[in-house]
């Protein structure tokens, strides 16, 4: 910007200069980026949510023994209506609520409907710094509890190239068993698999009433420092009966977008909260080397995940310019308010004081991410 602290200013230009524009223009140029910012999360937000959404609903299907939902007694079967009286129509909102919950302690209280009888009940446990010190923590998992997706582990889709194609399996094969192993499910098949990362299986197939076998190696991938298995192979869609659908008018997916934007903002500040109070670990910031790793990722996933993940780094961005620390917008935003009801700016001492403080923090908090970064590769 043009700023007399910084330079000399042409005389013909000084009436252009940041720092002789009234407050309220100050405050507008300082905000203007992370404005943008929501602005655009809200518009990416608004695309995906435009064709209709849905979601997993959360029904029990597997409880670990002596976790918390052991201890407030949750069973399979049981659909989680709610979490501390927030409603938790999809896996997405489940996870939503359990994470505003990690590193707290205190009780939990579930209410859940047994999915046979129709009966509903409250179930309580006592959570005692939850998950704080997890790195990468999943609530679902953390938690206790494994959702029912009951897929049969019949192939939806091959992708080409990859070791179950090249192997000879084709789209409508039921896997029978893997390793004299029987298969009951997709996801047990799929754990099968990323358990034997190089090394050959032996893998009975139903096609077309006849039994045939197979034999085909598990490619080698990376995944939070642990190598996993693929064989590049997709199940087939799950009914339909099993996910609650969404759908919005322009108007009321606008409105959507704009709500996801601020649960999200909303999100984010918990998280800072949680982090200052010592809540979650340190060990879960991230830097450059892993955003780049996600966006890779989102991208391979498909274009609806990258763009979901360019939503999300909008509002984080956003949101962290606006923390009230010197040299982020938020900072200079503080000083212009100060500087709004006193009637005259804060003193240039204070200032630079608070830059200084302000940028020992932010580079603190960029090494911290990097190191994660480092020890993550």
């Known amino acids: ?57 959360p029904v029990i299907g597997k409880v670990t023994p002596n976790s918390i939902a052991a201890a407030a007694a949750l069973e399979p079967g ?27 302690s205190g009780p939990i209280v579930f209410k859940v409907r047994d999915t046979k009888s129709g009966a509903e009940s409250e179930r309580q446990a006592v959570l005692d710094k939850w998950l704080q010190d997890a790195k990468d923590p999943d609530p679902v998992s953390g938690i206790g509890i494994e959702l029912a997706l009951p897929l049969k582990a019949v192939i939806g889709e091959l992708v080409p190239g990859k070791p179950a194609a090249l192997a000879g399996f084709k789209v409508g094969d039921e896997i029978v068993s893997a ?12 754990e099968l698999v990323k358990a034997h990362p190089g090394q050959p299986m032996q893998v009975d197939l139903m096609r077309s009433g006849q039994r045939i076998s197979l034999q085909v190696t598990p490619e080698s991938f990376e995944e939070k420092g642990v190598f996993k ?34 649960d999200t903002s909303a999100f984010v500040l918990l998280s800072v909260k949680k982090l200052i109070l010592g809540e979650i670990s340190t060990k879960n910031l991230s830097g450059p080397i892993s955003i780049a790793k996600v966006a890779g ?35 200079h935003l503080l000083y212009l308010l100060v500087e709004a009801v006193r009637g005259k700016p804060v003193s240039e001492q204070v200032q630079v004081f608070g830059y200084q403080l302000g940028l020992a923090l932010v580079i603190s908090l960029s090494m911290v991410a990097m190191y994660n970064d480092i020890m993550r590769l």
């Open 1 to 57: 910007m043009l700023d007399e602290r910084e330079g000399d200013v042409p005389a013909e230009l000084v009436d252009q200069a940041f720092t002789r524009k009234p407050v309220w223009q100050r405050m507008a140029i300082v905000v203007a980026g992370p404005i943008a910012n929501f602005i655009l999360a809200i518009l990416l937000f608004w695309m995906l949510i435009l064709p209709g959404e849905r979601g997993l609903i």
């Open 179 to 190: 390793n004299q192993t029987p298969i009951a499910d997709f996801r047990q098949w799929s």
């Open 297 to 331: 990722s989102s991208a391979q996933i498909g274009f609806k995940s990258f763009v979901s993940f360019l939503a999300l780094i909008s509002v984080f961005l956003a949101v962290f310019n606006l923390l009230p620390v010197p040299v982020l917008d938020g900072g």
């Open 229 to 262: 298995g693929r064989v590049g192979v997709a199940v087939q869609p799950p009914a339909d009966e099993l996910f609650r659908h969404y759908d919005y008018s322009v108007g009321g997916a606008l409105v959507a977008g704009i709500k996801r934007t601020w």
């Open 78 to 104: 049981q659909e989680i209506l709610a979490i501390d009286g927030q409603p938790t129509p999809t896996e997405q909102q489940l996870g939503q609520h359990l994470v505003s919950r990690l590193g707290e």
